[in-house]
């Protein structure tokens, strides 16, 4: 098996915070402003927020995670928690750890003296109003007294205030420096403990980002060479539009609003006819959309990339919470058979190289590209080790050998479109049926090149053919193209970790990615060892991959975030094997603990089966 | 390559030849939109046709163009983004009353906002041709189709006002048998800047709603004191129940969605580097 990876386990910190409050509060600035000062310190920071639908109200939470090595999931459980309100405490206090601190206002909480935590009272709410003369700047006062617990220093997060209330004027920015100050000073007199002192620590050696998921489709996108995108806002995926119009124009490019979904995804595929590279970004409901015209796209032979952040479903369903809903739809949602490709990246810095591959992908296999994110993924935040922009290559446009690499920190691959030599123009047939089912593109402008790109059935000039030995034909070269994905898939690095001999596997898709793998930590550490494979290619699947995987396997276990089980019937349907599944439908991601119980129940069923076969 | 300037005698495709019935009104409209192209001097690689689906939706079959042949309704908002991607090409949008006006009727409005510099070419037959016979939003009140066979129980659209309440920068109607009229208001539509909207009556022969007999009775060109700055002129011969008005109803120059986009492009006025944009989000 080819290469495992061996991860640094030991961490000497590793903190997790959560502020939680109600919509409108200040909850999210006040976790973003702390997390962006931790960001700058050589430690990593990986954030969750989930917020209600609404505009103001309900319970709002962001939890920040602060390690010295790599982080994949959110956590479990927390070590510090600040409440603004008793829904907040309700809803939260179950994840607190014991021997945890918890914060909140007396004012507004009662708490239940009995539990076993480090209560601190601090009437956050009533030092906002004697410090500034409203309530309104509580969250700040909040981050005051994080930064005394975690030994942040003020002039960096002053400055962080300023770049965020700047436009709001001076004697706000003046307002929420005192706010801080008021925190830190009323966290100090109570004697709140430090638990450690990050100013200390020494700035990031290595140049990161810190963004989201949302921001890396974005990113990704741009460091693709995509200029072009036309969107219509949809939750959870409206962020990635939103960085496509501040950025795309600076860079030579081009957004436009369209009234809808359908409209959207029409003019995607109207500019990658006329030559650019094009992304839509949407989630579930938007997908379904656009349905129709994925199948145009795959008839037309046009690459576009669509990015669907999956939300809560269905329907308008739970449109700011995390499901894996839309895998079904994403693969077999079509009238017709027409090929596409999934990808399901696994976390903030995957997805932006997976929206680099997804382009790459449909630039050269002349299809739509879905990437499955979802909300948790989207709204996420993490560090992001800035690419080498020193090291992305070119793929020439008439060159048609060339293995591209999956991209990575290290190799960026840009594949550009294929297009006819002067000896094809001669005689251009747009959609000739060649070997591996790809045939150049002309772009418009190019004398000679005319074509036409029709919905309707063809033969490789482009003209209308509805024959049944043409239908067959184009059929065959259009899906001929999927096959030779696959078996680029194949040649991919391997997908698979933790030891390839042990009985137990587990399997997962998507964002469920960091849960899965910290879980095998925590169970290796409890003496039970799986093996994992998390397929980045959801469709066309790495079949050898999965089948070698599967091999001598006990007990898979699937886990997925949804209520029926679509990648487990997948799976069940290609291999033939009866998993485990463990699913979780409350619109909530996957905790560690969560799997890692899985893993244990699974780990006694299969001493139970060692006992009998004795 | 030896480049030739060369005038072409047709823009029509060698290889794929009309589907239409004997008599259609298409015929006529594909004829006055090739000898635009001629009069216009286009090279045919910088020719982009989209279309939708039914009988004029195969427009982009016929010519030796980029043709782009895509789903049912929604040829205007494809057309937008070619357009807004490449604005060297020369955009034209064709389609029928049932892809422009019912299933695509909802882009209309947004590509006018737009201003989206492309000509968008409506032939109206008021009636579902290709699926055979059934009513379109332009079939009369109380005419019996197929899928009305007790009459029509929906009203009419009055395309020509609702272009007008769009604030569309360029309105004309004319008819597929007039090939002069058609050659003169294609020519000025296509060199319009911004979004313009030829609409032109196109009798369907096999399911005739509007025979051409009946066109002819109630053709007339808009009398010579209209003037196409006038609005509210506009709208008084758009809803006259006594004749249907052909020629240019409105005309206004606006700045185009290329003009505002270039004008974003100055307005963020930096241009930055990849890695510049990747450095702000350290």
């Given amino acids: ?51 209600p639908t609404e505009m103001k109200g309900g319970y709002a939470m962001t939890q920040i995670r602060i390690r010295d090595i790599t982080i994949y999931s959110m956590g479990s459980f927390v070590d510090c928690m600040v409440v603004f309100n008793q829904e907040a405490y309700d809803k939260s206090i179950s994840s607190l750890k014991e021997g945890g601190i918890l914060i909140y206002d007396p004012e507004f909480t009662k708490i239940d003296e009995s539990g076993n935590f480090v209560k601190y009272p601090i009437p956050f709410s009533q030092i906002s109003v004697d410090t500034i003369g409203r309530a309104l700047g509580k969250n700040v006062v909040v981050l005051g007294i994080l930064s005394h617990i975690y030994g942040l220093a003020h002039p960096g997060l002053e400055k962080l205030i300023n ?68 969107g219509y806002p949809l939750t959870p995926s409206t962020s990635i539009f939103e960085t496509l119009s501040k950025f795309l124009p600076l860079v030579g490019g081009r957004t436009i609003q369209m009234e809808d979904e359908i409209a959207a995804i029409s003019a995607v595929i109207g500019a990658s006819f006329g030559g650019e590279k094009v992304i839509t970004p949407t989630s579930g409901p938007g997908l379904q959309l656009m349905a129709e015209q994925m199948s145009l796209a795959s008839m037309l032979e046009l690459p576009i990339v669509i990015v669907d952040v999956q939300r809560g479903g269905p329907s308008t369903g739970l449109p700011t919470k995390t499901e894996q809903g839309d895998m079904k739809f994403a693969v ?270 699974v780990a006694r069923i299969a001493d139970e089966d060692n006992i009998t076969n004795i | ?73 929604r040829a205007l908002p494809t057309a937008t983004g070619l357009k807004t991607v490449r604005p060297d090409l020369n955009v034209i949008t064709i389609g029928g009353d049932g892809d422009g006006l019912s299933i695509g009727g909802g882009h209309i409005a947004h590509a006018a906002r737009k201003n989206v510099d492309l000509t968008y070419i409506i032939l109206d037959n008021n009636v579902y041709g290709m699926t055979k016979g059934q009513s379109s939003p332009t079939t009369p009140l109380d005419y019996k189709t197929k899928t009305a066979p007790y009459g029509v129980y929906e009203e009419s659209l009055n395309p020509i006002a609702m272009f007008l309440a769009y604030n569309i920068g360029y309105i004309a109607r004319t008819t597929s048998t007039d090939s002069k009229g058609m050659l003169s208001i294609l020519t000025e539509a296509i060199q319009h800047k911004g979004f313009s909207m030829v609409y032109i009556m196109s009798p369907c022969v096999t399911y005739s709603v509007l025979p051409y007999a009946k066109l002819k009775e109630i053709v007339k060109p808009l009398p010579e004191e209209h003037d196409t700055s006038d609005k509210l002129s506009a709208f008084k011969y758009a809803y006259s129940d006594e004749h249907m008005y052909t020629g240019v109803f409105y005309k206004e120059e606006k700045t185009s969605l290329d003009e505002r986009l270039k004008e974003v492009f100055n307005i963020a006025k930096i241009s930055k580097t990849t890695s510049e944009i990747m450095a702000e989000f350290k």
């Fill in chain 1, 1 to 51: 098996m080819g290469k495992i990876s061996k991860p640094k386990l030991k961490s000497k910190i590793d903190f997790i915070i959560r502020v939680a409050g109600e919509g409108g509060e200040g909850v999210m600035s006040c976790g973003e402003l702390f997390a962006k000062a931790v960001a700058r310190t050589s430690y990593h920071v990986f954030t969750f927020i989930t917020y």
């Fill in chain 1, 163 to 230: 770049d965020r209330y700047g436009s709001k004027g001076k004697k706000v920015v003046e307002g929420n420096i005192k706010a801080l100050k008021a925190g830190a000073d009323a966290a100090k007199t109570i004697g709140v403990t430090t638990i450690m002192d990050l100013s200390k620590s020494e700035p990031a050696n290595e140049e990161y980002m810190f963004i989201s998921g949302n921001q890396a489709v974005a990113l990704g996108a741009i460091a693709a060479g995509c200029r072009f995108s036309a």
């Fill in chain 2, 1 to 73: 390559m030896k480049i030739i300037s060369q005038t072409f005698k047709t823009y029509k495709s060698a290889k794929i030849k009309p589907v239409w019935c004997p008599g259609c009104g298409d015929y006529g409209v594909l004829s006055a939109l090739d000898k635009t192209f001629k009069t216009l001097e286009f090279k045919p690689e910088d020719i982009a046709i989209v279309s939708g689906i039914g009988c004029s939706g195969r427009f982009s079959h016929y010519f030796n163009s980029y043709s782009l042949h895509g789903t049912h309704g």
């Fill in chain 1, 332 to 601: 077999y949602g079509s009238a017709g058979e027409s090929p596409r490709i999934i990808l399901a990246p696994t976390g903030v810095e995957d997805t932006f190289y997976q929206t680099i591959r997804a382009f790459n992908l449909a630039e050269k296999y002349q299809m739509p590209v879905i990437l499955l994110t979802d909300q948790s993924i989207g709204y996420r935040k993490a560090t992001v080790k800035m690419p080498d922009f020193n090291k992305i290559f070119m793929v020439d446009q008439f060159d048609r050998k060339t293995k591209v690499k999956i991209p990575n920190a290290e190799h960026i691959d840009l594949v550009q479109r294929q297009i006819p030599t002067e000896d094809e123009l001669k005689n251009y047939k747009r959609y000739k049926n060649t070997k591996t089912g790809i045939s150049p593109i002309a772009r418009p402008g190019t004398p000679g090149g005319q074509y036409l790109a029709t919905g309707l059935e063809h033969d490789e000039y482009g003209k209308t053919n509805q024959g049944p030995e043409n239908h067959l034909m184009m059929s065959k070269k259009r899906f001929r193209k999927l096959e030779q994905v696959s078996l680029a898939f194949e040649r991919n690095p391997m997908e698979t970790y933790g030891d390839p001999h042990v009985q137990i596997g587990i399997m997962g898709w998507g964002s469920t990615e960091g849960a899965i793998r910290e879980a095998r930590y925590l169970a290796e550490a409890a003496g039970v060892k799986v093996r994992h494979i998390h397929p980045h290619t959801i469709s066309p699947l790495p079949e050898q991959q999965i089948s070698k995987f599967l091999h001598r396997l006990k007990h898979l276990i699937l886990v997925e975030e949804n209520l029926t089980g679509q990648f487990a019937h997948f799976i069940k349907a290609k291999f033939g094997v009866k998993p485990i599944e463990v699913h979780k439908c409350e619109g909530m991601p996957f905790t560690p603990d969560e799997i890692f119980n899985a893993i244990m129940k």
